[in-house]
Structure formats: C-alpha cells, structure tokens
C-alpha cells in the first residue's frame, strides 16, 4: 500500500541508525510488514530484504547505502530511511540525518552500546533531531535487558527511559506510556509509565500545573502530545522501545509510538538554513510559502538517469512547476515528481513541506543542492554535515588504453553519489587519485566502477598529501628586470612572512605605503605568491598557515607589468620561506581498529611500530575491542593487508584526518633531498 500524505502534519520522517549488526535492515523489514506495505518479510541472509537490492549489498550482507521506504497508517505516512551501519560508509548514513526529524538508533541487546550507537547518538543530538533509542534481539539468549537500560541511562542521560516493556519472554510488547496494567520481562507499566509521566510534564509549567492539582486525568490527550513532542525536540526526553525484528514483536508499537508522539515536521526543530554570510534563514513548513527543498541523495540510475531526490522544508513542489538550482540563472521544469520506495519509482503530483521526492534528469542537480522557485532564495544552503574527510586513497590508470574519458565520467558518477567519494587530479604528477574512509569503501567503488561502468582500473598508492609550512618569520626580496630591446619588465617586492596557526590557511596584507606599488600590481604579487605556495619551497608539497605582507617596493612608469609583478611576487615569497626555517607536515589521521580481544597485544604493539599514540580502547560485549589511535597516514599505506593478517580477517579499521604535525627530521631530509634533483631540473 503506497499511500500519499496530503498535509505536513500527517507525515513523520525518521532515520535507522546504529552500529554495524544491529538488525536496521531487518527491522525495517519487520516495520514494513508490520505496516502492510509488503506481504512477506526477507532476509538479509537470503539476500531479499527491501532494502538491500545492490548485488554487493546481497553478497556481503550489510548495506552500503541508504534506502528509503514508507509505512501508511490510516492519514498517517511514516517514511523510513535505513542507514548503514558500517563506519566505511558513514557519508550515506550522516546525509540522510539532513532529511529527517527523528533518529532511531537500534541498539543490539546481545552486544549493548558500541562505538557507533554513540556516534549516531551524538549526530542526532549535534543536528537538534528527536532521537529514540530502539533495544533490537530483545529474545536473544542471554540479554539482559534491565542492565542495558541502566547502561544506556548512564551513557546518554537520565533521560533516557522505556516507552514501552517486553512480556512474555520477548515475545510481545507492551505500552508504557497509554497504559500501566499488565505483565512484563522486567521493571513494571505502572512504575514505567509513572517515570516517563513526570518526566513529559515537567516540560511544561501549565500542564505541570494540572497534574499536580488534579492529576494525570486533568491532562488533555493533546496537552500530552504536545509536552511529550517538547521533550522531544528539546532533547529532554529519549524514549526506550524494544523489538524483536526478526520475530516481528514491538514493531507494531513502534509505528503507533511514531504515528501518536513523534513529531511531524511541522513540529520538529527548525532546519538550519543559512544565508550568503552565513545567518540563519527563517524557513517554516508551509506549503502556500515559496519552495525550498534539500538535495540529500543522488541516484545514478541506469534506466532513468540522474536522480536527485530532496527533503521539501518549505512550499509545494507540483508536477510542470519550474524550480532554481542555488543560485543558478535557468530554471528546469519538473517533469516527472517521483517518490522512491527501495527500487520503485512511483509518480506524485505534488510534494508538501516533509515530503521526500525526487526529480531525474536535472544534470546541475548535485548533492547537498538547493532547490527553490524564487531568486528570493538565491544563495541559501543547509548548514552542512560534518562529514569524515577521507584519507585512504589509491591512484588509478585505466587497464585498457582509450578510456580515460570513460574512467573520468565513473568517478565523477560515483562521488556524485557519496560525500566520502572524493576524486584528485593531480596535474603535476599526472595522477587521478580517488579517496574515501577506507581500503573497504574504495574497493567497493571499483567494483561498481566496472560492474555499473564497464570501467577496470590499475591501481598503485598515491603519494603522501604532505604539507609545507614556516616555523619563523622573515623577509624576502626581488628585482624583476627585464630588457628585451622594446618595453622592458620591471618590478621590485619586499614581504615579510610570519607563520599562522595550524589549520588557519593563508592571509594576504598589503601595507606599502607611499604608492611605492600601485595598487594595481598587488593582485599580481598574489598570484606569484600563491603559485610558488602550490609548488613548495622545500619539498614539493603545498605551502599552508602562512601570513604574507607586502612591505614595500618599486615600480617603473613604463616597464612595469602583471608579469612582472608576479614573478617579483614569486621569487621574493621564496626568498623569505627560505630564512624563515620551512618545515614539512605529514597528515595524522585518528584511527579506529575493530579486533577480537585476544590480538590486542599484537595490534597494539604493531601500531606503536607505526608512529602511533594509542588513545584509548573500548571492550565491547561478544568479546571484541576497538582499539582508537592516532598515527602517521605514511605510516598505514598497507595496514589493511597486515590487519588481515594479524586476525585471520576478522580485523577492520576505519580513519579520519585529525590534524597535521612535522615530519620527524630524517624524513624531512629524505622528501627535501628527493625533491632537490626535480626541482634543479625545471
């Protein structure tokens, strides 16, 4: 049953989050059964769930991307998006958080909170979404559920409390917060729906009022929904539901619980757009409003092209309407409004504030875009993920001569599709380097690269994304003078460069006084000075954190040109980096190493022969330890082969740049003495 929403307050938007192995694809499926949108429930281990249709989601059985489904009760459309859980493919799982106003993380009851129930957690509190804690495998041997709730209490607050109790050895689930009667696993409904009962309307002072006057029955239905939805939204509240997605029990409870008390979008805090200098844009889910809609997911589809599929925050999209991508000139007409459900595409004719649609065909239509119908929203975007920078990269050529265009439009298509995708081109090498979050995520993109492409690559590692700096200040000068029997070259620059804070970029200052250079000449002394910065001074690598300040110079009425200025600007930037002690950066990326406990000494030991400073380790129920470190990205160019090796294949790894550092000495003389010999040649 694919039914359609006709107003914003019917509909409820919300995301499965959580660790790898927590049952998000089969609960789904439960939730979807449960809901009558499918007949039947499949199986992540026979490879027929609704969500998992990629052939490599099939043959490793886990997802790699996001999936989105819908549950229609009565009015009621609930759309579902199941994330993955693996922290390899973090992008898909951190955008669909921009569509949402709930997350749902699922905790397995048999292992307990691991590292990525919390990062969920924590992503969903940074974004201001609604968040229930979903307690998956509630039948499975050995669970203890009454010391995972206080575990859970612990890690993420007071809050935290069950909405609803197992009974009957997990094989039914009861309501908590409608009901107080009836015969539970553990703890009590009355006990229960007392805590959660004073812990809503402490929330509000009127409703406050009239439960301590006359108690629960003075209480409006609406006046509870309403302070249980403040509580949402205010974070003051973290409702606790159980289910067994593989039996099917409390996945009933959990689409009425987001039917009654989650919020619509509508209610849900607002989203944080932001304007051209970057303060918050006022944007309410009206649909009579002008349209305003966030571009979450691209889909490459064979069939019907480019798929940008969006969240609607503001406005009505109708089938024939004309909308702006950002701040594009040329509007593209709709013609053709989509809904997605797993891999069916069904026609609407219109979208309201909450929908998620799609559109196909728009080639300017890109990840993370907005979509709009007046210019008066030029300029506007949603403030942005925190998405991982990706840092394991491998270098690519085509294995077979010719396809070099058909290997640049692949990548192009698969990082369209993931924000952790990025591609390089790296001129001066002639080089293509794709990177992602790990060895896993990049084989994942070959694959598809030649199954969806036609596209096989040869593929060796990339260098080191090494970085140069300045330890000390100093000044630096040129004459540019130049004869060549007609209208000479002529300009002279004095700078000054000071080292700035890591991570601060580049600042350029212009403090000639005098008119000693025309105000003309000082764009060309930038230009010279950003292009020995992206060649190096020392090494080869890109300078970074470096103020510039022009001091003074010289100019001739006649001779004096851009070019000259620039190769002034150039050469007295390279003369100044030369005194002011130059440094090479190496990139240190933080580490998180998955492993049984009985390899801790050998992983540990073997990262601290990396460079490494172990940070801390975390033993997680079933007897596996994550171990988080950070180390020299140098050091990890083959880390995933000897992890491998270590564990018997039962080791994965995932990284994230944290910061840059100088290399130690002996490496530095290496990388400058290696870059010498070029550097003479050119």
């Not at 199986?43 to 991307?65: C, L, M, P, W, Y």
């Not at 970085?467 to 700078?495: C, D, S, Y």
């Amino acid at each position: 049953m694919n039914g359609h929403a006709s107003r914003t307050e019917q509909i409820r938007n919300i995301a499965l989050a959580g660790h790898a192995g927590s049952g998000k694809t089969t609960l789904l499926e439960a939730l979807l059964f449960a809901g009558g949108t499918i007949q039947a429930t499949g199986s992540v281990e026979r490879g027929n769930t609704f969500s998992d249709t990629d052939a490599q989601e099939k043959a490793r059985g886990h997802s790699i991307d996001s999936c989105l489904a819908a549950v229609t009760r009565g009015d009621c459309r609930i759309q579902l998006i199941d994330t993955p859980g693996y922290a390899d493919f973090r992008g898909p799982a951190l955008a669909a958080l921009a569509a949402v106003d709930t997350v749902a993380v699922v905790v397995n009851a048999a292992n307990g909170i691991e590292h990525g129930t919390r990062r969920m957690v924590e992503h969903a509190r940074q974004r201001g979404l609604a968040c229930v804690l979903v307690i998956n495998r509630i039948d499975s041997e050995g669970a203890q559920l009454p010391a995972l709730v206080d575990e859970l209490r612990e890690a993420f607050g007071p809050e935290c409390l069950p909405v609803n109790l197992p009974a009957d050895g997990g094989t039914r689930v009861l309501d908590a917060f409608f009901h107080r009667e009836g015969a539970t696993d553990f703890s009590s409904l009355a006990q229960a729906h007392q805590r959660i009962l004073d812990q809503v309307v402490e929330i509000n002072e009127t409703v406050m009022g009239a439960y301590l006057d006359t108690g629960e029955e003075a209480i409006t239905p609406q006046q509870l929904h309403d302070a249980f939805e403040q509580c949402l939204r205010e974070g003051h509240l973290v409702p606790i539901c159980f289910v067994s997605a593989r039996t099917g029990a409390g996945a009933a409870e959990l689409l009425e619980l987001a039917e009654r008390l989650l919020p619509h979008p509508g209610e849900a805090n607002p989203p944080p757009f932001l304007d051209a200098r970057h303060q918050p844009v006022e944007v309410r889910a009206d649909p009579s409003r002008h349209v305003i809609a966030d571009v979450f997911k691209i889909i490459n589809d064979p069939f019907v092209g480019k798929l940008g599929i969006f969240r609607v925050w503001q406005g009505t999209v109708r089938r024939d309407s004309q909308l702006f991508v950002d701040d594009g000139r040329k509007p593209f007409k709709v013609g053709h409004l989509l809904r997605i459900e797993g891999n069916r595409h069904v026609e609407i004719e219109q979208a309201v504030p909450g929908d998620i649609a799609a559109v196909a065909k728009v080639e300017d239509i890109h990840f993370d875009a907005v979509l709009h119908d007046s210019h008066d929203e030029d300029r506007i975007q949603l403030a942005p993920m925190a998405f991982p920078q990706p840092m394991a990269g491998l270098a690519l050529e085509p294995r077979h001569k010719g396809q070099e265009q058909k290997l640049a439009q692949a990548l192009a298509r698969l990082a369209e599709e993931d924000p952790c995708l990025r591609v390089e081109h790296r001129r001066e090498l002639n080089e293509t380097v794709l990177r992602g979050l790990s060895e896993l995520h990049l084989g994942i993109a070959l694959e598809r690269m030649r199954e969806r492409y036609g596209v096989e690559v040869l593929t060796h590692p990339p260098r080191i994304a090494y970085r140069e700096t300045i330890a000390a200040a100093a000044e630096g000068h040129h004459r540019h003078k130049k004869q060549t029997g007609g209208a000479g070259q002529f300009g002279e620059v004095l700078l000054k460069v000071e080292p700035l804070a890591r991570g601060a970029g580049f600042e350029f200052v212009d403090a000639v006084k005098g008119g000693a250079i025309p105000g003309q000449f000082l764009p060309a002394i930038e230009k010279g000075v950003r292009q020995a910065m992206d060649h190096g001074a020392l090494a080869g690598f890109p300078l970074q954190d470096v103020r510039v300040t022009v001091l003074d110079g010289k100019h001739h009425a006649v001779d004096s040109k851009e070019v000259a200025f620039i190769s002034a600007g150039r050469k007295a930037f390279l003369d100044a980096v030369g005194k002011a002690r130059p440094i090479v950066l190496e990139p240190i990326v933080d580490v998180e190493v998955a492993i049984p406990e009985q390899h801790v000494g050998d992983i540990t030991g073997g990262l601290a022969g990396k460079r490494a400073r172990i940070l801390g380790t975390d033993l997680q129920r079933g007897g596996e330890l994550l171990i988080r470190a950070q180390a020299p990205l140098a050091e990890l160019a083959d880390y995933a082969t000897e992890l491998r090796a270590v564990t018997g294949g039962r080791g994965r790894y995932s990284m994230e740049l944290s910061h840059y550092e100088p290399v130690p000495p002996p490496v530095q003389k290496q990388l400058s003495e290696s870059w010498r010999p070029r550097a003479e040649e050119d």
